[in-house]
């Protein structure tokens, strides 16, 4: 016995509604991680639902933005403009910012230092005696 014939038109019980888009976004997935591995296609899927949330899936030999180039180089639609470009070269900055942040933080906290030079260990030695000190002055206060 076959499934019967749907009309396709917005479901409006919302429970209802919510169990169909968990089920289809579910088999969605399951054809785009099939289609990647039985036709070795670069497949990127984005969902929103809603309410907003996002579900995403992308194969595992590529990224997101590896296909959205693709996609623009063949299409010659434009997806980035220039305020986009400044976006992401900033995004890029500050998570290199990050990461440098996170470094000088594992030396202060006295990890990583095989790595420094003496002449690198004296700005350290500094600033963690600037601290001890004003941590002892405001012992000192209270």
């Known amino acids: 016995m076959g499934r019967g014939k749907i009309e396709i038109k917005r479901i409006e019980n919302s429970t209802n509604r919510q169990v169909t888009y968990s089920k289809r976004r579910n088999g969605i997935i399951k054809k785009a991680k099939e289609i990647t591995v039985l036709c070795d296609a670069k497949v ?3 969902i929103f639902s ?4 996002m579900t995403d899936y992308c194969s595992p030999s590529s990224s ?5 180039d693709r996609y ?6 434009k997806l980035w403009d220039a305020k986009h470009e400044y976006l992401s070269a900033e995004v890029d900055r500050i998570k290199k910012e990050n990461d440098t942040m996170q470094i000088e933080l594992r030396h202060l906290k006295g990890e990583d230092l095989t790595s420094l ?3 690198e260990l004296i700005p350290i030695e500094k600033a963690l005696e600037d601290g001890y000190d004003r941590v002892r002055a405001k012992q000192a206060s209270c």
Not at 50 to 53: I, N, R, V
Not at 72 to 77: E, I, M, P
Request: no cysteine; proline share 5%.
């Open 64 to 68: 997101l933005i590896e296909i959205l």
């Open 44 to 46: 990127s899927l984005v």
């Open 72 to 77: 623009q180089k063949s299409s010659g639609k």
């Open 50 to 53: 809603s309410t907003g949330k």
């Open 117 to 119: 030079q003496p002449k």
